[in-house]
């Protein structure tokens, strides 16, 4: 069974680090795509960046490039996304998610919700 | 970035009728090449994260429930619940994938009548 089990929630002051993990089981690590995507509260979908943990290729949204950081550890088969320091819009629901066998996401974690706040 | 749009924002179908759910994509999702059309339809309950419904425009996720249906072709979507259900109540996403950035419509939310 594929699982993608998400870290806790976070709240975080105004320029703070963060750093969200999500790790895998069922499948083949290497051989996917991994990413994130973020929900705003009471809003849509948006993709932000994913990661070929076989060999740690990595695609930003424009978007996000600059405001976040892809990784990924393939000895404990666990993605992670980081900010080196929050603001009050990085306030949403983040969601790590498995690419299929195209740039659809076939399974998806639970999300973790971050609240940056004074 | 392409665009997609749905329609409606909202819809209300009663048990065991039909829901009809649109997209519409800023350009063409239909590959030239592979003749494949790039284009997915996700389920998101209340307080849960989104799920696979359909993807390729017509192919079920796994576990799908066959009232669930997908059509359409370039530009113009459809996903269909033949028969609504009460666990179907939630917001329905449309995302093309053959562009990068993969982008999201706004969702539909359908309800009980």
């Known amino acids: 069974e594929v699982q993608l089990v998400q870290s806790g929630a976070e709240v975080k002051k105004p320029g703070e680090s963060l750093k969200i993990s999500c790790q895998v089981s069922g499948y083949s690590f290497t051989s996917y795509w991994i990413g994130w995507v973020r929900q705003v509260p009471g809003t849509g979908l948006e993709w932000m960046a994913i990661i070929y943990p076989g060999n740690s290729d990595t695609r930003y949204n424009p978007s996000f490039r600059g405001q976040v950081t892809i990784s990924a550890d393939k000895s404990i088969s666990t993605a992670y996304l980081q900010w080196s320091s929050l603001t009050a819009s990085d306030t949403a629901m983040y969601y790590c998610?498995?690419?299929?066998?195209?740039?659809?996401?076939?399974?998806w974690g639970q999300g973790t919700l971050v609240t940056v706040s004074s | 970035d392409i665009v997609m749009t749905q329609s409606p924002d909202s819809l209300a179908v009663s048990l065991g009728e039909r829901a009809t759910i649109n997209c519409k994509s800023s350009q063409t999702v239909l590959h030239s090449s592979n003749k494949r059309t790039y284009l997915a339809w996700y389920q998101q309950k209340p307080g849960q994260p989104p799920k696979l419904v359909i993807y390729?425009?017509?192919t079920r996720g796994s576990g799908v429930p066959d009232r669930f249906s997908g059509s359409g072709s370039g530009t113009d979507f459809t996903l269909t619940i033949s028969s609504l259900q009460a666990e179907d109540v939630a917001v329905y996403y449309c995302?093309?994938?053959?562009?990068?950035?993969?982008?999201f419509g706004g969702g539909t939310k359908v309800e009980i009548k």
């Open positions: 995302q093309q994938y053959i562009s990068s950035p993969p982008t």
């Open positions: 390729w425009a017509s």
């Open positions: 998610a498995k690419y299929g066998n195209n740039a659809y996401f076939d399974y």
